[in-house]
């Protein structure tokens, strides 16, 4: 009989370095499997439903199918676009995911949003903002799911900062955090997505390139970054 594997108890003893290098040139797969195997318990994805994000849930719930299903973390910032709460419901229902959602303490809606923090906060104070829809909420839900690491789906040519990105990191609560997309491409992504009928939101094909709230997201214009 096989024993389970031990989960991954100390994140920051990891030789990090080693294990970016071993895993720097593998498939997004590979670099599940691992996490899969390590950390049997406390795994999480961290979801925006955007495409890549829909990529890692397709390679967790369909390829790799690990006997405790991943939880996947959903922010519902209030301030989605309707297009991207269908994909959630869509998603949920095809793949049956293990979905946690979390959003802002007390408030259920943008009117009560408004009422309570001021009309187009995002105008006024975007920090404040995103500290109130994103960052505590997520911060919330990977303490309360006994978060040992966390999957995101950021890949390096998304932007400027995140060139230097490893795969493999510890975050400022010396979780491990992984971006099993890091050097993957657009290009790579989409290619996966059609290969494999991948779900994705519509707003994609209306030149849409990153997907966040309704009120901070435009279409990509000539020149911008993802």
Request: aromatic share 10%; with cysteine.
């Amino acid at each position: 009989m096989t024993r389970p594997a031990r989960p991954l108890l100390q994140p920051a003893s990891l030789d990090l370095k080693k294990l970016n290098q071993k895993f720097e040139k593998l498939h997004p797969k590979d670099i599940l499997a691992w996490c899969v195997t390590n950390v049997p318990e406390g795994l999480v994805q961290a979801s925006a439903f955007s495409v890549d994000d829909m990529l890692i849930t397709d390679l967790l719930y369909r390829e790799l199918q690990p006997e405790h299903p991943v939880p996947v973390l959903f922010l519902d910032t209030l301030h989605h676009f309707p297009q991207t709460i269908e994909l959630v419901a869509h998603a949920r229902e095809l793949y049956h995911l293990n979905l946690k959602v979390y959003k802002i303490k007390g408030v259920n809606s943008r009117k009560a949003f408004a009422t309570k923090y001021g009309e187009a906060l995002w105008d006024k104070d975007v920090t404040k903002f995103h500290h109130l829809t994103k960052v505590e909420p997520l911060q919330r839900g990977l303490r309360e799911l006994g978060t040992i690491a966390w999957i995101t789906g950021r890949r390096r040519e998304q932007a400027e900062t995140r060139t230097e990105m490893p795969i493999f990191e510890v975050d400022a609560e010396q979780r491990l955090q992984v971006n099993p997309l890091a050097n993957w491409t657009r290009k790579e992504t989409w290619a996966y997505v059609f290969e494999h009928d991948v779900i994705y939101n519509p707003l994609y094909d209306q030149g849409y390139s990153s997907i966040g709230d309704e009120p901070l997201t435009t279409p990509i214009q000539p020149g911008e970054t993802e």
